[in-house]
């Protein structure tokens, strides 16, 4: 099928395999249904975002209801920047403020909490909670209070002093702030109930070893002293944690995180004089690394996010009271700036084809096996990835929609949303061991992957990829030969489906390049948009069949991701 056929159906409907070329090897995957292995947790049901405004905005109220619709059980939980960042109320790349925290002119706290309390309506609705981040400092208590507020800009890169303003410095009195916390806390109980906040995961900070945080590991230490003493305070049962330190090899992010659990574990503690400080989960970020190869093609790097995964696994293993606390990476992305445009940075533009769906899908899949190997718990993955307010179509920014119409790497977290809790038994003879990843990364065979669950509803759900980290060769297909075993007995699989995400299907980005990159598309081309980034499910027959067992052929493109369905009752 030509190119232009295939972005005709994927218009319309899913684009149905063609028959696999029979001097063309096949990658072999084996699913046994009948054999159960681990549990796979819903990782992915975290997002975040720098700009907190955003929530309040048409696109983002709009986004949380997509994401509430994901998970029946689970909730979806949200993590932002600037809760408490002073300031008026802009709204800008990289930066938003609630002025939550102001003083009179006697030095005496005034708190406000019209914004941030609207914001944390929209993060409290049912189905939906906030991963509460308590950042950044109110210029009232800022070591540095001048300059406070960076040079801003709604569009283009964020400016180079985005981080350097007085937002990001300790306290000048730990006191003083230790109080605001306090009384935010109590203001959250008044507000949304004991129980609820509970539920809450609370941490500190963003990145502290970064340019986020102007101060020392000491100051950061006593600074989460305070902070955990004053929620505990209110909340003793509340769940602390931290650091959400960053990429080791950028800023010994390894060593801060290192000495951040030595002092937890026998610090003397700057708030109540004892030694240690609680800590209910460890969180920490980590990043892949884009760049332009030798043909101007973007050149991801999951090795780089993995290994990050792997360093931090094996620092905390080596802290026996910690190495079975639950564990959230606070940030785990491609790389590193979720508000710099690929229209003017074109190293990210995976962002806007489906070579960030199957980024996603290769690198989640592996995520909680890679942490178990050391031991670890991991709980959820944070995507920083929402939406923008007032931008550009198609812009490149990292976002789950664009103007409200969702991004291939949206309907990979939709797929994702399928997936049953308890695995089952699956192989393939294309999926790279991670081991070869944290090594060389996936430079040279593609990594052809796949993970198979049963739900409790009764249906077997199997998701496939097909990832590279060159974005190249979107048209090849790689033939897939799928065996299912363990079927019961005169069980009749011709009811399965395959639902794709690639160039051609659940896809806007190539069907506004076909319109022509319209920035004010009418009405009917939003309509055309809208439908072409629709996951659509079509009939998947099996190639062979015998009792108990079923074998199913389909090419699988090159930066894709698909879900097969089978019915088992």
Known sequence: MTSFKRFLSGLG?????????????????SVH?????????????????????????????????ELNQLSETE?????????????????????????????????????????????????????????????????ALSAQPEPYTPTLTKRGLPSNDILSGGAYYPPKDYQKWQAFMEAWVNH?????GRQAVASWLWELWNEPESPYFKGTVEDYCRLYDHFAAAVK???????????????PAWKKGDEFMAAFLEHCRSGRNAATGAIGAPLDFVAYHAKGLTRLDHRKRVEMDLRNHLKTID?????????PEYAHLPVYIGESDPEGCAGCPSVLDPQRDYRRTSQFASYTAASFMRKQDLVASHGGNLQGAVSWAFTFHD????????????????????????????????????????????????????????????????????????????????????????????RVEGLAAG???????????????????????????????LPKHVAILHDAATLKAAALAPAERSDGEAVFEFPLFRQSVALIEIPLK
């Not at 409907?13 to 995957?29: C, I, K, T």
């Not at 009749?492 to 659940?506: C, F, K």
């Open 391 to 482: 931008q550009p179509w198609f812009n490149g920014l990292r976002a789950l929609t664009t103007n409200e119409v969702a991004l291939p790497v949206f309907n990979a977290f939709k797929l994702f949303a399928k997936l049953g809790r308890t695995r089952v038994e699956a192989t393939s003879s294309g999926m790279l061991p991670t081991a070869d990843i944290l090594t060389r990364s996936v430079r040279g065979a593609p990594d052809v992957g796949v993970v198979a669950t049963r739900t409790e509803e009764g249906t077997l759900r199997i998701l496939v990829w097909n990832y590279h980290d060159v974005a190249d060769g979107f048209d090849e297909p790689t033939p897939v030969k799928l």
């Open 233 to 247: 305070k209110v909340v003793p049962e509340a769940r602390v944690g931290a650091p959400h330190t960053t990429d």
């Open 491 to 521: 069980h009749d699989p011709s009811a399965a489906t395959l639902t794709r995400i690639d160039e051609y299907n659940a896809n806007a980005f190539t069907a506004w390049r076909a319109l022509g990159e319209p920035q004010a598309p």
């Open 311 to 319: 360093t931090y696994s094996r620092i905390i293993a080596r802290f």
């Open 33 to 65: 249904a009948d054999r159960p292995t681990t549990e796979l947790r819903p990782i992915w049901n975290y997002f975040g975002y720098d700009e907190a405004l955003t929530t309040l905005t048409p696109e983002g109220k709009h986004l949380l209801g």
């Open 13 to 29: 409907f899913a684009v149905l395999p063609f028959s696999l070329l029979a001097d063309d090897p096949a990658v072999e995957m």
């Open 75 to 139: 909730p979806i939980r949200i993590r932002v920047h600037h809760l408490h960042t002073s300031g008026d109320g802009t709204l800008a790349l990289k930066w938003s403020s609630t002025n939550i925290y102001t003083e009179d002119a006697a030095g005496n706290p005034v708190y406000n909490w019209k914004i941030v309390d609207a914001i944390m309506d929209e993060l409290t609705r049912p189905g939906i909670e906030p991963f509460v981040e308590v950042s950044f400092m109110p210029q």
């Open 188 to 192: 959250c109980v008044e507000r949304y």
